[in-house]
């Protein structure tokens, strides 16, 4: 198996980005030989990756981890299959979740399903059995450890959709996978917020017992990760033997570390094993005693001191999800565990006042990265989650209202600009990656966020707006826009629409659900292929092309939360269900009196 296929997705382009960095480098300054060596490496990696594909393969991902490059075997389709529970109530104690009769009220609504339908049927079709569709060429790829990513991280959107149909036809294929016996490193981080939340989801809505004894087989062989002198788990297992090893680059970044504790958590509660607890409370612990210190956490570990490793401060590729789940672990055990609610409070107000700045003209309001003490103004796509989490904050766990009034600003504003990135672009789809202009004055003001608005306030709030809310509209075409784009992909990635969904649904503002149909419309006119839909390069034109991936995450994040935003009902209660960053959602759920004892959770 490639070894490549192993990195996490949406960090895949960036290593290949900095490997042709090298080249370059190499190629143009080196001496003769050296020329002579890069050009046969590019020789070989043509003939390797476009030629000897396109001849034999079929769409397979680079290096073919585990079917070589022959054509595919044909495509496995499940036998059509009625449980008999289908359409009909599974337990009277613990009913899975009624949807009301008709979820399509809203046309909107329709149409998102219809597009998940039609990934869904492209995935069926022509890559059953693999990770994911390409959406190009009808091909299909092992991104991941050929366990039908796709298919577990749809399961629970299935569910939500009302497509029950094809939600029991595709239980069989779960019931069937047996992941103790793989002879594969699977990926800690992804296969956790992916496979697992995707089971322990689709179980949580339907009842359906398989799905939690799935749930509890991949859980109990993802274990030997915490495995370490830290307790802090590695990159990646191998099912079978136990052996675990680290990823590439670094001993790990603290993102993947540290999200992991809904899926556990959730997992020890329902199947009573003190050792899924343990373990993932264990990194809270270190963190905790972490919190004593920092309010914020570096994106690199080692593994074996438990210590960071560097300095750099972030809430985008490496941190996301970290401060997502210190949130997010509050509300789900209904906030019996106060630390981590503390230490999210803490956390926030330190990215506010360090790493939120405005734009020098249109005054955007960004969040950025700082390495030591020096701000990137780097603004990526994935830290778009962050105005979501802020919102749900604001409306779910109590702050001085001081801070809630901050948290309210700065989702608010934040949201536009990452709505903003979308609507300015020609195809009204957002980049991956922007580097914001930097705050340019003569009279010694910064553009740090924090520092303009308590000025603003002790003018007398001048206009009623804070800084950052003014919402500049969107520029098409020519004219300033305070930044330039960095890595012009649309990924098909959440992060936008997942802050969409939860600013209208926190604040009723029906402009959070116009401005999601104007990015579901985009994503139906450009990336629609006739197989499912495709990632887009170069949003900076009038018609990006197209790439040939459909990351799982477009089924289970990206759609649903399009057709959370627009179904008139309210599905999925806030106060009820807490999303991992995968977008699957958990049942807030109380720690009983035994398990409070086990675990030593105070009282
Ligand atoms: C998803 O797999 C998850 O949301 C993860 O936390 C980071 N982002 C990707 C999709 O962009």
New binding site residues.
Partial sequence: MSVYSLLP??RQPERVRSWCNSFQATYFTGRHYVRWIAGGVTFIGILWFIVLPSLFGHGQPMGAPFHGLGPPPSPHHPAPLKSPLHGTEVGVEDPPLRLPQSPSSSARADAVRDAFLHAYKGYTQYAWGYDELRPKSGGRANTFNGWSITLLDALDTLWIMDLRDQFYEAIPTVANKSFLTEDKFAPFF?TV??ALGGLLSAYALSKEPILLTRADDLGKALLPVFNTTSGLPMYAVNMATGATRKSWSVDAFW?EMT?CQLEYKYLAHLTGRKDYFDRVDHIMDIMHNMSATIDLYPTQWSIEEGKPTNKKISVGAAA??GYEYLLKQYLLTARAEPRVGEMYLKSARAIIENLFFLSPNRKLLYVTDMNRRTVTRTFE??SC?LPGLFTLGTKMIDMPPSDRELHEWAARGLAYTCYVSYADQPCGLGPDEMVMDPWLTNDGSSGRWIDHVNAWKEEGKPGGVPPGLHEPPPVKGGGIRDYRIKKNDY?L???VVESLYLMWRTTGDERWRERGWEIFQAIEKHAWTAYGFASLRGVDRETPAKLDEM?S?FLA?TLKYLYLLFVEEDIIPLDRWVFN???HPLPVFEWSQWEKVQYKIPF
């Fill in positions: 997705i949406y992804e917020i992916r993102a999200s996301d999800s796509h994935l989650f990924l990635r959440p992060e990351p995450y994040e960053t995968e977008a």
